[in-house]
Nanobody
Framework: QVQLVESGGGLVQAGGSLRLSCAAS????????MGWYRQAPGNERELVAG???????NYADSVKGRFTISRDNAKNTVYLQMNSLKPEDTAVYYC?????????WGQGTQVTVSS
């Protein structure tokens, strides 16, 4: 059974930091491209950051320089370090794993940034 389990969300003041984690099981994690997405109320889900199996990364323009995605293949975990958080970063953050036709999502973790 495939599971992606996010953790690390919460309430933080503007300017603060959070680190999200996504622990994967049931997949050959090291081969998967992993991504963090977010969805705010009334908005579509959007890509925040992605990391390939080879470690190449990409970021949404809105988070460049503030967020860092990384992965630990030994722990089957992908991380999102979020610094200098802004109220507009408030959303449910989802982890996604993709490989060919395989596509898995986590259940999401809420991040709320107060002004």
């Amino acid at each position: 059974q495939v599971q992606l389990v996010e953790s690390g969300g919460g309430l933080v003041q503007a300017g603060g930091s959070l680190r999200l984690s996504c622990a994967a099981s049931g997949i050959a994690f090291r081969f998967y491209t992993m991504g963090w997405y977010r969805q705010a109320p009334g908005n579509e889900r959007e890509l925040v950051a992605g990391i390939t199996s080879g470690g190449n990364t990409n970021y949404a323009d809105s988070v460049k320089g503030r967020f860092t995605i990384s992965r630990d293949n030994a722990k089957n975990t992908v991380y999102l370090q979020m610094n200098s958080l802004k109220p507009e970063d408030t959303a449910v953050y989802y982890c996604r794993g993709t490989l060919a036709i395989n596509n898995y999502w986590g259940q999401g973790t809420q991040v709320t940034v107060s002004s």
